[in-house]
């Protein structure tokens, strides 16, 4: 049951969601055919999207089964028919004993606990069978549900084949059934590796590139052509590298790719980069913010002018981090502009522009630009030269809020590292606010964690490393078992940790005096400010990642 706009309006207003000063705001968006007022709610900030989804629950009066956070299993899934669930939009959800519960976006349809008890599969239970006594029937959203139908999938590669041996549009067919599969995993890029004889296709999942299928290279020729043409890349270009972009769309969900072509001995390249949606409505804790961090990143916020800068390498989540900033900052009375290469999440309100080299448009020449449009709040992709980082400080000195990343392993060099870039430390002591360092790690499989006590000395013995960080006495270990919900890894979904230096005025006189890291990272620790192995240590203790995972990253 998908709900149009103005019935999910009525819902929300119904159950005190929104009161009736926002219906004018959202009015003018209902209007708008092109998106769902649930996509605007979430990108905006204003509810996250289990929240629309409880509030519907309440109107249907059944219980809300919360499928974006538990995924049931693909054994848990496939114990309803495929033309049952995808009739009914409905999906197990959970069981305990005999008693099952089923999600579903159709609760008011009349018989459907009778109907799923008798469509149920038994459950097995080693050499046990165990029959279905009672149904519960709760609510889900529709596109929740959808997801969960990937475990009727075939595996991909079979898929491909039989695509293959139809011989019929393979391109636009195999195209479609790779992008879902990634969509499903939540992969962040697919890449079409091409080999001597072959062509690998590999997700990356959780920061991990995975092996999931291969193709032909006489088949893999179709199919770059097809990704060249939606892209509007040249398809009589293969001696060079090409970017592009492209918006797939798939059962009411869009996802925007960014297209990367490098040509390698073996044939063209492809990296597609996937910017999913779900990704705009992050909360800060969602992201790995502990409530200080929280706290100090919103008080350097909420400051007139300044800059906030986010370090950390290519892939470690810096641009996420900062729009989980700007979907807080992002008001009617804030004007709010971005110069980014590319531009990742687009948000409403919010002006975006693009670098472009064929316009000469580059971050200096459009940063020039954006400072004379009157902003209150400036996020700048990344500051790649001293002439964009001449303009960024300046803005930041003369009433503005600077937001921007840049290439340092942590904060503590990142001051060093753009006054060598020539930015004098007077001009960085009066517009720096914040600097923070990120990583992202994987986080432990919530279905499959399980702990055991362990002592100090069987941790030093494998990491002896850590003598000075590691607690005295049993330590209680966390740990992914592997299970299907995550490809028997361990792991499922990615968090960041995080290294804040606050600039206190001490930290402005040091910064002035052109100190070296190590010096500001003396002053950080005498104001007892957690380095990056230290809240992965947090993260650790609390049951959220692996001491491998933050080792990975991060040293002691």
Do not use: W
Not at 141 to 159: C, H, M, N, S
Not at 332 to 341: F, G, P, R, W
Not at 507 to 525: C, M, N, W, Y
């Amino acid at each position: 049951m998908n709900l149009s706009n103005q019935e999910l309006q009525d819902i929300l207003v119904a159950g005190n969601y929104i009161n009736l000063n926002d219906v004018a705001l959202l009015q003018e968006h209902i209007d708008q055919k092109e998106n769902s007022l649930m996509n605007f709610l979430v990108t905006q900030g204003i509810l996250t999207k289990d929240i629309i989804g409880q509030a519907i629950a309440e109107h249907f009066k059944v219980p809300y089964a919360d499928l974006n956070s538990y995924m049931p299993t693909k054994e848990m899934v496939k114990r309803l028919p495929e033309s049952f669930a995808t009739k009914n939009l409905a999906v197990v959800f959970m069981q305990d004993g005999s008693n099952v519960v089923v999600a579903t976006a159709n609760p008011l349809k009349k018989g459907l606990a009778a109907a799923a008890k008798k469509a149920l599969a038994p459950l097995k239970d080693g050499k046990k069978q165990i029959a279905t006594k009672k149904v519960s029937i709760h609510y889900s959203l529709p596109e929740d549900i959808t997801q969960a139908f990937v475990a009727y999938r075939k595996p991909l590669q079979d898929r491909l084949n039989a695509i293959v041996a139809s011989g019929d549009k393979m391109a636009p067919r195999i195209f479609d059934e790779v992008m879902q599969d990634a969509i499903a995993l939540r992969s962040s890029d697919i890449h079409f590796d091409p080999r001597e004889e072959t062509v690998v296709i590999r997700f990356r999942v959780d920061g991990i590139l995975r092996d999931i299928a291969k193709l032909e290279p006489r088949v893999y020729g179709n199919v770059l052509n097809h990704i060249k043409v939606r892209s509007a890349l040249r398809t009589d270009l293969h001696a060079a590298t090409q970017d592009g972009s492209m918006r797939y769309e798939y059962n009411d969900r869009r996802t925007d790719l960014r297209i990367s072509v490098a040509p390698l001995m073996d044939g063209e390249k492809v990296v597609l980069r996937l910017l999913a949606a779900y990704v705009r409505g992050f909360t800060f804790a969602d992201l790995g913010l502990n409530q200080d961090h929280q706290d100090a990143l919103l008080a350097s916020a909420r400051k007139p002018f300044g800059m906030i800068l986010v370090v950390g390498p290519t892939g470690s989540g810096k641009t996420t981090s900062l729009y989980g900033l700007i979907k807080i900052l992002n008001k009617s009375t804030v004007n709010i502009a971005t110069i980014e290469d590319p531009v990742e999440y687009k948000v409403a309100g919010v002006n975006h522009m693009q670098v472009n080299e064929d316009t000469d448009l580059s971050f200096a020449t459009g940063l020039r630009s954006i400072v004379r449009q009157d902003p209150d709040v400036i996020l700048v992709g990344e500051i790649r030269d001293k002439e964009t980082a001449d303009i960024a400080t300046n803005a930041a000195l003369t009433g503005h809020l600077m937001l921007s990343t840049f290439h340092a392993n942590d904060a503590a060099t990142a001051i060093p590292r753009l006054m060598d870039m020539g930015i004098e430390p007077f001009i960085l002591s009066s517009t720096l606010e914040l600097i923070i360092a990120q990583r992202l790690v994987r986080k432990i499989c919530e279905r499959c964690r399980e702990t055991s006590k362990i002592t100090r000395a069987q941790v030093l013995k494998e990491h002896p490393n850590l003598s000075r960080s590691i607690k005295k006495g049993k330590l209680v270990h966390y740990i992914g078992k592997g299970c299907s919900s995550c490809a028997g890894t361990g792991y499922s979904g990615r968090t960041a940790l995080f290294e804040f230096i606050l600039i206190d005025d001490v930290l402005r006189e040091i910064v002035s005096k052109r100190p070296t890291a190590q010096e500001i990272r003396a002053h950080a620790d005498n104001r007892q400010s957690p380095t990056l192995y230290m809240d992965g240590l947090a993260k650790v203790y609390a049951g959220v990642t692996t001491i491998e995972e933050v080792l990975r990253v991060a040293s002691e």
